[in-house]
Structure formats: structure tokens, C-alpha cells
């Protein structure tokens, strides 16, 4: 048996891969999170697969329903929101996977800040004004950050940030970030992106806390600041450049 990591997606049903349906469809159990993954999905699993929601439960009642599936050699699809590599939390279920001797593949998703970006029509990384998006979240009742990871050092770079989980401190997120790209910095706040409830903020570093307060916005949404959001004025890409030489690999 294998369990299968599947991102499902930011939130549209419609939003999951194709492999990542396809594996749903053929997999006789189904751990997946109750409280981000659309229920939607769920009509895509075998009409006797055993459904397991597990909102409330702990890593190793987590560990413990795969290893119950790897005895009964049944595979398993784990549905994770988004997509596995980002905020996922899959790596401690690997290496618990790992100690057991249980196999396992990962079949990505759609991040959340991609949705967020389609939601906002706009491309992220814009020619001669931002290249680099960095994503991140802040520390205030989870796992400490890294050193060097704060958001005072991540704002010196001036790159696009992404930071989830992080409405409900909003005014921190302006105060360490004032200082870097200062209060006319274009930021936007997507939630529930691709859902049909998406709600879509836009403002500055001056005016965005006031916003998301009055939004009651606390879960399932990223922040996003960067001068890319704002950008109108840029050359264009080399890519598609009439003087790019196309004979050259």
C-alpha cells in the first residue's frame, strides 16, 4: 500500500489536479483536513471508502490510521489544503511514515497564494520591479521562526511577501514593514481564495489594518505586499522580446 500526500487545491473543488482526483478516486481510505478541504472532494472517493476527518486528531492518531491501512494493505489518499510543500505540517507525518516502513508519494496542489494572485489578476514577479516572492508567516502563537526569518530581516529585501496565517496580527505585520516599504506600499488581503465566499482587500501598509479588522478576517487568507501589486508602468519580458534570439536554446 502507499499513502498518497494530495494537495487539494486552495479551496474550488474544480481546483484539484487531475492525478490528484484520479488518486482520490482509487484510494479506500481518505484522511483529510474537515476544516480546509472542501467537502465537495469527498464525493470523488470510492462510495465504500472509509472517510476519516481529522480536524481533531493528534499526530500519532494520524500515524495510527495509516499504519491501520498499511495492515489491512489498503492505500491511502491524505488530503492536505493547498499544496504539500508549504505550511502543511506533512514533513513530521513522513518521517513518522519513514520509521514504520509505510511507502509514500506526494501529488501537489494549488498553493494558496497562487489562487490569491489569480483572484487578484496579477502576476507576482513583474520585469525591472520585483523577481523574487518570498512566502512566509509570522510567530506569535506557533512555532517560533527561525533565526534570520523575522519579518523586520525578510523586509529589508524588498521582495513580495506572501504571509499566511497572519490576519489576526495585522498590525504588527504593518509596524515591521512600515520601516521597509513604506506606508504607500501596495498590499492585498485575499481570503477563502477561489471559494464562493472569496473576499478581496486592497490598500496600503497605511490604510490595510482598518480593513481587515472591519473584515473580521482571522483564518484562510494571505497578505500579500509587495510594489508588484501596483505595477503598471514596466518594460516587457525578455521572453517574448522580437530582439530575443530563438534559435539559441
Do not use: W
Not at 108 to 119: R, S
Amino acid at each position: 500500500m502507499t499513502v498518497y500526500f494530495i494537495g487539494a487545491g486552495p479551496g474550488a473543488a474544480d481546483l484539484i489536479t487531475v492525478r490528484g482526483a484520479r488518486t482520490l478516486a482509487a484510494a479506500p481510505v481518505c484522511l483529510y483536513a474537515g476544516s480546509l478541504v472542501p467537502r465537495e472532494l469527498l464525493a470523488e472517493c470510492p462510495p465504500d471508502a472509509r472517510l476519516v476527518d481529522t480536524a481533531q486528531l493528534n499526530l500519532d492518531q494520524i500515524v495510527e490510521e495509516c499504519v491501520r491501512a498499511h495492515g489491512a494493505g489498503l492505500d491511502v489518499a491524505r488530503l492536505h489544503s493547498g499544496d504539500p510543500s508549504v505550511f502543511s505540517a506533512v514533513a513530521e507525518q513522513m518521517r513518522r511514515l519513514d520509521a514504520a516502513g509505510i511507502p509514500y508519494e506526494v501529488v501537489p496542489g494549488v498553493p494558496a497564494f497562487a489562487a490569491a494572485a489569480a483572484a487578484l489578476k496579477r502576476e507576482l514577479t513583474v520585469p525591472t520591479v520585483g523577481q523574487t516572492v518570498i512566502l512566509t508567516r509570522i510567530a506569535q502563537q506557533a512555532t517560533p521562526m527561525p533565526p534570520g526569518e523575522d519579518l523586520a530581516t525578510l523586509g529589508r529585501s524588498g521582495a513580495l511577501l506572501v504571509l499566511h496565517l497572519a490576519t489576526r496580527y495585522v498590525d504588527r505585520v504593518v509596524d515591521e514593514l512600515l520601516p521597509h516599504y513604506g506606508a504607500e506600499c501596495p498590499v492585498a488581503v485575499v481570503a477563502m481564495a477561489s471559494r464562493p465566499d472569496e473576499l478581496i482587500l486592497r490598500g496600503t501598509l497605511a490604510d490595510i489594518a482598518p480593513q481587515v479588522k472591519e473584515a473580521g478576517l482571522v483564518r484562510t487568507a494571505v497578505i500579500i505586499v509587495g510594489r508588484t501589486l501596483g505595477a503598471e508602468q514596466f518594460p516587457d519580458s525578455h521572453l517574448y522580446s522580437p530582439e530575443r534570439d530563438r534559435h539559441v536554446c
